[in-house]
């Protein structure tokens, strides 16, 4: 029995000792900025800049790989702070969102089938192309939903998803998750998006959808500042361009055009 | 011939007594009505087009080239003007590019098909594909890197209400063992294994008389879906296991469809391009029948010619109701894998209404690929393709045996179905990362 003790007492003090004197002996040099820096993001890890989460880039941003505003997630303020640690300058950071670029919901965009599937946007789109007329519209299935880590979103009783820009990060992960590339990512202070995304001819978008953009360039013409293109019957407004005027919403015949 | 059979497997209603003693009939090409011939009706690129508007054309002439390696020729299913080359309504893509014909008064030639020196080419200039449904090109199947040593003719029909094949295999018995024949020649293959299912004994019959002038084998195959299913055919006859993501080839064996074998011997012998096949019509139509169509008839018509819909139609399916597609649309043309037409009304359906997995484990069960269905469904649902990808999804047949078992009606195949595509794109990521 004390035989039994003494042993258990002596390996275990020898492989003490053997830990120690290895952690003095291997001893990495970490830079201790990585630790403060990572102490600023928001240890969400969303994946949302593209690296496996908040730690990855924190070692990127003080290795100078990656700006200090890197995180799509983080506040404006606490960008600030982390440029201020590492003695760099920051451009400006305006707030960026997702948005919905489709208002096509069940009252608007006729389907042309029941659906039985699971929930979810790609299983639905691989079936004769959605089951929607329009082939580019919303599916209403929601997975950009589930893919928000954020709480920011929720489908309306229409089956379009809704983004709570106050809670919105513009992680981007609603951008992947959806199947028809409907969600984009600007900056807060441009409201006016053209809320389609149809390339379909006039007529086959009337068919579709009540709210599509027929590419009639009502809009194109109205801009004051010719921030408008018209491309595959589809208008787009540049947001760099655009002063905001909203003279494009009010000419629109199908009211696609939507001031977020 | 020993009998081995296969795992897993169900045994639905097979239906098939409305059509199965109806000889085929063939639906004539109506002066004026439009064809629209899809230029992907084939596993592979989509063949170029090789017409433009207000161009005559020739039943038979080519229309369609192939375009690269796996491709298949398509020609002109009947004399007439080309009217558009648009886009049709498809029932698994939702649209494909297309040439509409408008079929003239005269009808009575078709042009022959180029039969050259190498048998493989005269396959590839017919337009051959696997006309069980799953549309491969025939002549990449038909050209071999290995050795084969078993040629195994599927005349199964496992799926409910078909009866196309059946009725091919009783009035083209000859033609069809002559288009095996001219393979097996043509391949050097020694082997020639014919399986037909047990409930069609008349079939049977009729090629228990050749078997002996033919040198071949006659397998009664035991009534059981997915009998048909190419690994299913080939462990229930040779006992062969293929292994995990690979072609029959691996166990030295080409399964190839009655049908196929009668396009094989009709190019070869009779110069005949592959423009028309065998589609049952059946369900809720007032007169099922069998019937021999041109490639490119809308499904519409087809229907009307069957005398229309019997009540009030609910869901119409391309294909078996195993493995078939609902279309949402009429106007969707017959293509060369089409071999049935059905059509149910709200009190032919099932309710649908799904509820939650009991754990029962019957999709385990009835799976034949050894999947575990019941797990796979949840990754499904939560869009886990990471997970997906390890439990094997890619290795499903999509045959539906765990859906049509479930008591809770879980929409398991149709899941894994559309999950494929995202599960090929983890896949595809990790061969990447694997290599650099
Ligand atoms: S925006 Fe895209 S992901 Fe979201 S519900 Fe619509 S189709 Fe689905
Ligand atoms: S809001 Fe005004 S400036 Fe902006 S795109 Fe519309 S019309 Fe042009
Ligand atoms: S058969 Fe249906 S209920 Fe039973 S284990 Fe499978 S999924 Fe669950
Ligand atoms: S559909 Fe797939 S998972 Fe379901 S039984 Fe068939 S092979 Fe198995």
């Known amino acids: 029995m004390t035989a039994a003790i003494l042993t258990m007492l002596s390996t275990g003090f020898v492989a003490g000792l053997g830990l120690m004197i290895a952690s003095k002996k291997f001893h990495v040099e970490k830079d201790p900025r ?25 070692e990127s941003i003080v ?6 505003n890197a995180c799509p997630v983080l506040g404006a303020e606490s960008a600030k702070e982390i440029a201020a640690l590492l003695g760099l300058e920051l451009g400006s950071n305006v707030k960026k969102v997702a948005r919905v670029r489709c208002k096509g919901g069940r009252t608007e965009a006729p389907e042309k089938y029941d659906y039985y599937g699971p929930k979810d946007c790609h299983s639905v789109n691989m079936l004769a192309g959605g089951n929607k007329l329009c082939s580019y519209g919303c599916l209403g299935e929601g997975s950009c939903v589930k893919a928000c880590g954020f709480d920011a979103m929720y489908m309306d009783e229409n089956r379009l998803p ?17 199947p028809r590339s409907i969600i984009t990512i600007i900056e807060q202070d441009k409201p006016f998006v053209v809320a389609c995304m149809s390339k379909d001819k006039g007529g086959d978008v009337k068919k579709a959808c009540s709210v599509g953009c027929i590419g009639c360039k009502l809009c194109a013409k109205n801009c004051p500042v010719t921030a408008i293109q018209v491309d595959n019957f589809l208008a787009v407004i540049d947001p760099d361009i655009c002063i905001n005027c909203g003279k494009c919403e009010e000419v629109c015949p199908t009211k696609a055009i939507k001031k977020f | 011939m020993p009998f081995f059979g296969f795992r897993g497997g169900v045994h639905p209603d097979y239906n098939k007594g409305a059509t199965s003693g109806k000889p085929i009939e063939v639906m004539p090409v109506k002066e004026g009505a439009l064809y629209g011939v899809p230029l992907a009706q084939h596993i592979g690129a989509p063949a170029k087009p090789l017409v433009a508007k207000n161009q005559e054309v020739k039943a038979g002439e080519l229309i369609g080239q192939a375009a690269g390696f796996i491709s298949a020729n398509i020609h002109a299913p009947v004399s007439g003007r080309v009217v558009a080359l648009q886009s049709l ?53 038909l050209s071999p890197p290995k050795k084969v040593d078993t040629l195994l003719l599927n005349g199964a029909e496992c799926e409910p209400y078909l009866t196309c094949d059946h009725r091919l295999m009783l009035e083209k018995t000859e033609e069809i063992i002559k288009g095996a024949d001219l393979i097996r020649r043509a391949l050097n293959i ?50 062969r296991t293929v292994p995990e993501g690979m072609l029959p080839l691996e166990v030295g064996v080409i399964v190839h469809n009655v049908g196929t074998c009668l396009a094989v011997y009709d190019a070869v012998e009779n110069k005949k391009p592959l ?16 019937l021999l169509v041109r490639v490119g008839t809308p499904v519409q018509d087809i229907i009307d010619y069957c005398g229309g819909f019997l009540g009030e139609p609910r869901k119409v399916v391309m294909g078996g109701p195993m493995m078939g597609f609902a279309l949402s649309n009429l106007d969707v043309p017959m293509m060369k894998g089409t071999s049935g037409i059905l059509v149910f ?38 869009e886990m393709y990471e997970s997906l990808a390890d439990w094997h999804v890619m290795n499903c047949i999509e045959c539906g045996c765990c859906s049509y078992d479930c008591p809770s009606r879980r929409n398991l195949a149709g899941g894994f179905k559309t999950s494929k595509r995202e599960v090929m794109k983890v896949l595809k990521a990790r061969e990447a990362e694997k290599n650099g």
């Open chain 1, 34 to 58: 990585i630790e403060q820096v990572g102490n600023l993001l928001p240890a969400a890890n969303c994946g949302g800049c593209g690296f496996p989460g908040c730690a990855a880039l924190a």
């Open chain 1, 63 to 68: 290795q100078g790989k990656s700006a200090p």
């Open chain 1, 162 to 178: 809704v983004i709570i820009e106050e809670k919105c990060t513009s992680c981007g992960m609603c951008v992947k998750a959806c």
């Open chain 2, 89 to 141: 309504p498809h029932p698994v893509s939702g649209k494909t590019a297309g040439i509409i014909i408008e079929a003239s008064g005269e009808q009575d030639e078709i042009l022959p098909v180029n039969v050259s020196e190498k048998f493989q080419e005269t396959v590839l200039n017919a337009g051959i594909v696997g006309l069980g449904g799953a549309t491969f090109p025939s002549n990449v199947k």
């Open chain 2, 190 to 239: 020694e082997n020639l294994i014919i399986g037909i299912e047990e409930n069609k004994a008349d079939a049977l019959e009729a090629f228990g008389k050749f078997a002996s002038s033919y040198k071949f084998e006659l397998v009664p195959l035991e009534v059981k879906y997915p009998q048909g299913g190419e690994k299913q055919l080939i462990k229930a006859c040779l006992n």
């Open chain 2, 275 to 290: 423009i028309e096949r065998v589609v049952t019509v059946t369900g809720a139509v007032k007169e099922p029948k069998n």
């Open chain 2, 345 to 382: 009304r709200e009190e032919d359906l099932p309710d649908l209404k799904q509820c939650n997995c009991i754990r029962c484990g019957r999709c385990v069960d009835v799976c034949p690929m050894g999947l575990i269905p019941s797990v796979m469904d949840r990754f499904v649902v939560r």
